[in-house]
C-alpha cells in the first residue's frame, strides 16, 4: 500500500521559515521523482517544486530563491524548506511521487500552511 505523509505545516508569520516532510513507504523511492504542489482556496493545483532521483530540480517561478526541495533516498523522505513566507503561499501542499517507470502519479493528504500575522 502506498502512502505518502506530509508533515510541518502550519501557522507562520510573514518573512518566516517552515520546513515540510513527506515520509515514503510502498514505493521504490528511487524510481520517483518527488515533488510538492499546492492549492489555494478557489484556486487550481499548482506545482511549487519537483526533484528527480538524481537530484535535478525545478521549481515555480513565485518560489525560486525562497523555497528548496530536497530528498533523503535511504530515510524515503522529500523535503520542502520555504522560506521569506508571504501570504500568498497560503494553501494547503501536497506531496506527491510520479513513478518514471508509469503508474500514474500518488498523492499524499495534505498540510495547511498558512502565513498570516
Known amino acids: 500500500q502506498v502512502q505518502l505523509v506530509e508533515s510541518g505545516g502550519g501557522l507562520v508569520q510573514p518573512g518566516g521559515s517552515l520546513r515540510l516532510s513527506c515520509v515514503a513507504s510502498?514505493?521504490?523511492?528511487?524510481?520517483?521523482?518527488m515533488g510538492w504542489y499546492r492549492q489555494a482556496p478557489g484556486k487550481e493545483r499548482e506545482l511549487v517544486a519537483t526533484?528527480?532521483?538524481?537530484?535535478?530540480?525545478n521549481y515555480a517561478d513565485s518560489v525560486k530563491g525562497r523555497f528548496a526541495i530536497s530528498r533523503d533516498n535511504v530515510r524515503n523522505t522529500v523535503y520542502l524548506q520555504m522560506n521569506s513566507l508571504n501570504p500568498n503561499d497560503t494553501a494547503v501542499y501536497y506531496c506527491?511521487?510520479?513513478?518514471?517507470?508509469?503508474?500514474?502519479?500518488?498523492w499524499g493528504q495534505g498540510t495547511q500552511v498558512t502565513v498570516s500575522s
Open positions: 506527491s511521487a510520479a513513478n518514471r517507470y508509469g503508474g500514474g502519479t500518488r
Open positions: 510502498g514505493i521504490i523511492f528511487s524510481w520517483n521523482t
Open positions: 526533484i528527480t532521483n538524481g537530484g535535478d530540480r
